[in-house]
């Protein structure tokens, strides 16, 4: 007896030295290693943990053969169906709900359980051995299917959350119960010895409970009721059941023999809790996307990326070079162990660390490799060869800090090496700092050198010219050049037919895309601040509920922040004005939602807003094929990344001290702004109505509108306007903007469309610059708003940083003088606006309005945002934009390294071949002939 | 009129991808299709020619394995021609000496 338990003992700490081993694994993954490659891929993975493995031929695209597969789709099937029984049991009894932050609780405490019941068995007698046991048998089957368990495995594997990979997080999970299984049964029978026979009755007892649970009945997937008659099964996923009731009530258009043949949630339909949760109709998306567009995508991606981590690698390179020369023995970079949730930042620009850097063994002083090139070219340090080449190969002059101003006394040795700075600066003033790395070794050359493979391999036509009087496009500028003014504007339905193609030629030009009616009106009315702060109350904590709470807003009258109750701010969000006095309050709230209830609350609250999102199958924030950001390990800390909703209230009624407006800004981002709601009141048209009658140059303008109309209407299509002057310009600019829109709509035959815009007011006006327009708008900024007493640096685009605003006569001037013009027009509900990165815009609430940002990163923008970190990294370190940088340098290389996995497992996917086509044949041609003399050879030898 | 005609235009090239999935079979493979916007055939010959590269590596393994125990049972044979019975011992247990060093590199 003794013995047995002592074995048992054994098992259960090599069980727990394989957790440690798995979970360092899951680090190592975190940062960049590979795990080393098993040799026989094809043998099936089911083992013992000791000695013994299955010599059976795996599956396809399976990692365990028929059988052991059938096995395991049994046990977890028989497990599900005890957990839901305790289930139903539980909330009889007790008539909770099961929220997640409660399973996940449960889920830490299970293997403390576990580890102690062990222990207890040593110390206690059989009987009370038998009741722990039972219990250890009830937890264990009562959280091993549910979700918590599946995300309490991620932090350990470094899994993103493609399909692919959830199925191999399935087969973990699998794999894991199946080494606890035999310790228990071995402690139920002493008297058995442990070995192949000790499954049988395992075996037996699954049959049984099979057969119970066919006579019981399937759950329904969409009300998980099980005592529903008449449940269809799916037989393409063979996982999921749709009850009659749930499919006539909710999917009516579907038929029941369609239904059976592929579910509303492998057509991602589905909006039930689970599937909301678990991303499903994203993932479907993704997944009917063919292969050869997927291909092209992740070729585009890597193309776009390849520059960013060909400029790492070469300052990598560097580095190494001259470490070698002046320590002039083989090196071994000493490696940071970074935590998953860390950040290596340089001590001088506050900058995100990609990989290499230079670190003190002393202090910690750390530095990064472009502060360290900087401080050379300050102290005049010229390394021999390799310097002049980076410099030819930049060509453009180099943004660089300036080290003779902040640090007058840090120079850099004349050998190249950098001293750690004096103390004054926070060093300890040693000798020199020593090269230190994040990633693995070599990691960084090899995906350049896969890159580069890749992206050389592929063959890419040039894309068809745009045609500029396509129908979809819009008049948004007037400028003298006439390719930039039309702005592509289709609907959602035009989106369908078009498909993603049109926006990526906008997009890889820099040019602003906008989509209209993106939410109907029905779906409008759920998005108002008292719907939106209800539901996200339901999903907040029950210590954190308060019935009125306090929320911080900005004033826009003086810039100043209050703290405003949720109630008042929802009434001056429908009045814009305060009660008594009868002054206008202009709010904007500030962080309210929070970034992480603002996703749980679109993404699993609103399914419509992922029904119709336009593109989101390319943008999402953690699953989007085009969004670059995503290719990042999900535990990384990125600051804000994910949707966020912003609340303000706004008016027509222009006010010269403070509107209510966003300032000029850039973002390293793509970014997409969605007008959900807007607050319509009448009070807003007495004010328009009662505008004309105190002012006299509003009767002027009133004159100037019945003049203009009739000659608009006779030089339709024509570009300028030169009878009219100047100030009859400046004046009627904005309906200009507005009567040009219904004319194009008109054209266009588009009756729907118009119809909606001439019902609907505009929300907010924006004011979006190109890109090439930057140089000169911020010289005009820098002229128009420089303080005297401000110290000039010669970094170009510091105003565009400051949050500044441009007014009619601003743009006027700016027209004037630069030629440069915003493209301008007026935001409708339910429209959605495409920012690249890099062109600066600013917004002004018309109305209150509810705005719902998403910020995304296509490959298209890769290099401009590059160029913005930059800039962002001369700012100074306390900047706001510095403190949000995006971390453009590791994002290429996560999204290098998962390009090239994603390819070459596309590639290598036999089920995919025909769809690829025929690959070129002379390169595998030699290789597979040696293969089949190779394999033909064992063939004779065994005969003679 | 106009905006049929340049809807129409998108359509003619989805259908090349079959052309060019035929074509290369009657002309040599090497030249690349005019029409077709997307070539990724280069690239996966070269991600398939490593694949190919590795498996071949396995099974020069395999032969060069086969090929040193023949030779290590006609060496024992050359020296011990007339001992069958301790041969066999020999045999017996440099198979589960073996077996168990692959098991702990599996592990």
Redesign the interface.
């Known amino acids: 007896m003794q013995v047995n338990f002592d074995e048992t003992c054994d098992s259960v700490i090599r069980m727990n030295a394989n957790e440690q081993t798995r979970s360092a694994n899951g680090i190592g993954n975190g940062n960049g290693e590979s795990i080393p490659g ?3 891929d094809l043998r099936c993975k089911r083992s013992d ?3 013994w ?1 299955c010599t059976a031929m795996s599956m396809a695209d399976k990692t365990v053969c028929e059988k052991h597969y059938i096995q395991a789709k049994k046990r977890a099937a028989n497990s599900a169906f005890r957990a839901n029984q305790k289930k139903a049991k539980r909330r009889s009894s007790l008539g909770e709900t099961d929220t997640y932050s409660e399973g996940k609780m449960d889920d830490f405490e299970l293997p403390v359980t576990s580890i102690d019941h062990y222990n207890n068995g040593l110390a206690s007698a059989s009987k009370s051995n038998g009741r722990l046991e039972k219990r250890h048998n009830k937890s264990l089957m009562r959280y091993s299917p549910e979700t918590p368990m599946m995300r309490s495995f991620s932090p350990r594997v470094a899994v993103d959350l493609n399909d692919d990979l959830g199925r191999d997080v399935v087969m973990f999970e699998e794999g894991y119960r199946s080494y606890r299984t035999p310790p228990s049964v071995a402690v139920m029978d002493p008297t058995r010895n442990r070995s192949h026979q000790s499954t049988s009755p395992m075996e037996y007892s699954a049959a049984s409970t099979d057969v119970s649970a066919e006579s019981l009945g399937e759950i329904c997937h969409q009300c998980q009721r099980k005592d529903r008659e008449r449940i269809i099964s799916c037989l393409k996923c063979n996982q999921r059941a749709f009850c009659h009731n749930c499919l006539s009530a909710r999917y009516s258009e579907i038929s029941l023999e369609e239904v059976e043949k592929v579910c509303p949630a492998c057509r991602g339909l589905c909006d039930c809790k689970s599937c909301l949760r678990s991303d499903n109709t994203i993932k479907v998306r993704i997944r009917e996307i063919p292969v ?1 567009d997927k ?2 995508y992740l ?1 585009r991606l890597l193309s776009a990326v390849l520059p960013v981590i060909k400029q790492i690698h070469l300052e990598q390179c560097m580095e190494v070079e001259l470490e070698k020369r002046l320590r002039e023995v083989e090196i071994d970079l000493v490696r940071a162990r970074l935590k998953a949730d860390e950040q290596m930042c340089c001590n001088v620009c506050r900058i995100p660390v990609v990989d290499y850097y230079r670190h003190c063994p002393n202090c910690s002083y750390d530095l990064c490799l472009r502060c360290c090139q900087d401080l050379r070219e300050e102290s005049s340090v010229t390394i021999s060869g390799t310097n002049q080449n980076v410099q030819d190969r930049k060509g453009a002059p180099k943004l660089k800090l300036n080290f003779s101003y902040k640090f007058p006394e840090w120079e850099a040795n004349g050998d190249g090496s950098i001293p750690c700075p004096p103390k004054e600066y926070g060093g300890c003033g040693s000798h020199s700092l020593n090269l230190a790395r994040i990633f693995k070794m070599n990691w960084v050359a090899k995906l350049v050198k896969n890159a580069e ?2 992206v ?6 040039d ?2 010219n745009p ?1 500029m009087c ?2 979809r496009f819009c008049k948004f500028a007037e400028r003298e050049e006439s390719g930039d003014n039309y702005v592509y504007s289709p609907s959602l339905e035009t989106i369908k037919t078009d498909g993603v193609a049109k926006f990526e030629q906008q997009w890889a030009e820099g040019r602003l895309v906008t989509v209209k009616m993106v939410l109907d009106d029905s779906s409008c009315s759920r998005w108002d601040p008292e719907t939106i702060w209800r539901d996200i109350d339901e999903l907040s904590d029950e210590k954190l509920r308060e019935h009125d709470p306090f929320l911080k807003a900005i004033n826009c009258l003086d810039g100043l922040e209050v703290d405003v109750r949720l109630g008042e701010f929802t009434r001056a969000y429908k009045d814009g004005k305060n009660q008594e006095t009868g002054l206008p309050l202009l709010w904007k709230l500030k962080d309210w939602p929070s970034p992480s209830a603002s996703e749980e609350f679109i993404f699993y609250q609103r399914p419509e807003f992922i029904r119709s999102f336009p593109f989101l199958e390319y943008i999402h924030p953690r699953l989007g094929l085009l969004n670059v950001a995503a290719k990042l390990p999900h535990y990384s800390l990125q600051n804000d990344s994910g949707p966020k909703i912003y609340v303000s209230c706004g008016t027509y009624q222009e006010i010269s001290a403070g509107d209510s407006l966003t300032g000029i800004h850039y973002n390293m981002r793509d970014m997409v702004y969605l007008l959900v709601h807007t607050s319509e009141e009448t009070t807003f048209e007495r004010v328009r109505k009662t505008k004309p009658v105190p002012e006299e140059p509003d009767q002027k303008m009133s004159e100037n509108e019945s003049l203009l109309s009739p000659e608009q209407k006779l030089r339709d299509g024509e570009l300028h306007d030169l009878s009219l002057g100047e100030a009859s310009m400046e004046k009627n600019e904005p309906e200009l903007a507005l009567t040009v829109n219904p004319e194009n709509l008109t054209e266009n035959g588009d009756n729907m469309e118009s119809s909606c815009t001439s019902s609907c007011a505009g929300g907010a006006q924006w004011d979006v610059f190109r890109r090439q327009d930057v140089p000169k708008l911020s010289g005009y900024l820098q002229r128009t708003f420089q303080k005297p007493d401000n110290i000039q640096t010669d970094f170009v685009s510091r105003p565009l940083y400051e949050g500044l605003f441009l007014n009619e006569h601003h743009k006027r001037q700016l027209r004037d003088e630069f030629g440069v013009e915003p493209w301008t027009f007026e935001q409708h509900r339910g429209e959605a606006i495409f920012i690249p990165a890099g062109c600066p815009f600013q917004i002004t609430n018309l109305q209150s309005n509810i705005q719902v940002a998403l910020d995304f990163l296509c490959p298209e923008s890769v290099g401009e945002s590059a160029r913005l970190a930059e800039e962002i990294r001369c700012l100074p370190n306390d900047h706001e934009a510095k403190l949000q940088i995006l971390e453009i340098g590791k994002i290429s290389l996560y999204a290098a390294s998962s390009a090239i996995k994603e ?2 497992k596309l ?2 996917d036999p089920k995919f071949g025909a769809e ?9 041609k030699a ?2 002939h ?2 089949d003399e ?2 033909k ?2 063939q004779q ?1 065994s005969c003679t | 009129m106009a905006e049929e005609e340049k809807r129409t235009s998108p359509e003619p090239p989805l259908p090349s991808p079959p052309e060019s999935s035929s074509q290369p079979e009657h002309p040599p493979p090497e030249t690349s299709t005019p029409p077709a916007t997307f070539d990724p055939s280069r690239m996966i010959g070269i991600i398939k020619r490593k694949a190919l590269i590795k498996d071949l590596a396995a099974a020069y393994h395999v032969e060069c394995l086969a090929l040193c125990r023949e030779l290590l049972e006609l060496q024992k044979r050359k020296d011990e021609p007339f001992l069958d019975t301790k041969a066999t011992e020999d045999l017996r247990k440099e198979t589960l000496r073996s077996s168990s060093k692959r098991a702990k590199k599996k592990r």
């Open positions: 098993i040799p026989d943990g000791k000695q493995r050869l291909l092209q070729y493979e890749i050389s391999g592929c063959k890419l036509s894309l068809l045609d396509d129908s390819v070459q590639v290598l690829l086509g025929f690959e070129d044949s002379n390169l595998t290789v597979s040696n293969l190779a394999t050879r064992p030898n």
